[in-house]
């Protein structure tokens, strides 16, 4: 079972990058951090974690792993964020409420919505921790090679 | 400032440069940092650029005429090309090259084609859609029939793209037949779980990258680009939903 998602979630989201044209040589850590974002949402919301939590940490790794290889990798960050991100969208849930929209159950239907933007935001304070933590940590060790020197 | 300066090929590769990274899927912030990194590096220490996910301005203080303005109508998505500018802004930066020959491999990157030839693109939908079935807790007999119907839309997708210019539209039809697909293959007895058929299928249509990057335009303080990608991104889920939901229609 957790192989199986390991492997679907690398193919995923390398393909992904294949969709969006990224560069050769960067599909395969393409694939590796949309495995890590989505294996970390899978474990938490198997440990019936609240899945808006379990979307913002992921969010976060995905966006932290992201920065980290596009730093190391000398390339635009986007290209790594998004296949990451790809899984976490609250797909399955938007289509469930907008089936219910179809069906005319708007009661249903609006908790679903609600649900799905609860995630969407989920997603963008994950990547918006990551890029404070990201200012921190570089502005703490420009202050450090600032008073070493 | 010294007069001697080419301001108007700086200004060219600049503007190019934004060009490209906008029309290809970079973020705004990205762009307009690019613009001014690549000014500096030049010798124009001063220069200001506001770009807008459908055109930029920029100007270099001490010039006349002080700005110019580019309007960006297609887009589409190649980080590839995003890449390769980020990486000439980066030699540019480390004085590895004269304006001409960065306005040389600008103009050679924007004429090149997609990364990608098309029926790769095609097979990475076909794959992605089966994947992201399993992910979602689908079933192992339904992967190829996700597949197909993923395959299937994104390919209308592509077509629709290039046939007509209204991307809510080229959407709206590509997630139509992803329905229609998915609920063909239940009615003859072949795929078992409809929703989840869909729900994989549908993901290749998920505007990702337009998502990703209004929140990190937003995070920037790019709010004009943050809130019109939003919109952008939010108009594109409509469309995939109202595709979905045309095909429970039409059953």
């Known amino acids: 079972m957790m192989i199986a998602q390991l492997i679907t979630s690398f193919i995923a989201s390398a393909a992904f990058g294949v969709i969006f044209n990224v560069p050769k040589n960067s599909l395969f850590q393409c694939g590796f951090v949309g495995m890590l974002g989505w294996i970390l949402y899978f474990v938490l919301v198997e440990n019936e ?5 379990a979307t913002l940490s992921a969010a976060f790794i995905v966006a932290v792993i992201s920065q980290y290889f596009a730093k190391r990798y000398k390339t635009p960050i986007t290209i790594f964020n998004v296949s990451g991100i790809i899984p976490l969208v609250p797909g399955g849930l938007s289509y469930d409420a907008m089936k219910h929209f179809v069906g005319n159950d708007f009661y249903v239907a609006v908790q679903l919505a609600a649900k799905v933007f609860m995630l969407a935001g989920a997603i963008a304070m994950g990547l918006i921790f990551a890029e404070v933590m990201n ?8 202050r450090k090679l600032r008073l070493r020197s | 400032m010294d007069d001697r300066l080419p301001y108007n090929e700086i200004i060219d590769v600049c503007l190019l440069a934004g060009k490209i990274m906008l029309q290809n899927g970079a973020e705004t912030s990205r762009v307009e940092d690019t613009m001014v990194r690549i000014a500096a590096a030049f010798g124009c220490g001063e220069s200001h650029s506001f770009s807008t996910p459908t055109g930029i301005i920029f100007s270099l203080d001490g010039m006349h005429p002080a ?28 004085k590895e090259m004269t304006p001409e020959e960065a306005y ?21 939908a076909f794959i992605a859609s089966g994947c992201f079935l399993i992910m979602f807790q689908g079933q192992w ?35 139509l037949v992803v329905g229609l697909v998915a609920m063909f293959f239940v009615q003859i007895g072949v795929g078992s779980h409809l929703d989840t058929i869909i729900i994989g299928a549908v993901m290749p249509l998920v505007p990702g990258l337009l998502i990703t990057n209004a929140a990190r335009d937003l995070i920037a303080g790019h709010l004009v680009s943050g809130l019109s990608k939003g919109a952008d991104a939010g108009l594109t889920a409509l469309a995939i939903g109202a595709g979905i939901s045309a095909a429970f229609v039409f059953l």
């Not at chain 2, 040389?104 to 990475?124: D, H, N, S, T």
């Open chain 2, 104 to 124: 040389l491999r600008l103009k050679q990157i924007e004429k090149a084609g997609m990364g990608y030839p098309m029926w790769v693109q095609v097979f990475a």
């Open chain 1, 135 to 142: 200012q921190l940590v570089t502005k703490y060790n420009k």
């Open chain 2, 67 to 94: 700005s110019k303005l580019i309007r960006v109508s297609q887009r589409s998505t190649d980080l590839h090309k995003v890449t390769l500018v980020n990486s000439i802004s980066r030699s540019i930066s480390s």
């Open chain 2, 141 to 175: 007999n339904d992967f190829i029939w996700s597949c197909i119907a993923g395959g299937m839309g994104f390919t209308c997708l592509l077509y629709l793209h290039w046939l007509l210019e209204v991307r809510f539209f080229a959407e709206f039809i590509a997630s």
């Open chain 1, 49 to 53: 974690i609240n899945s808006i939590i």
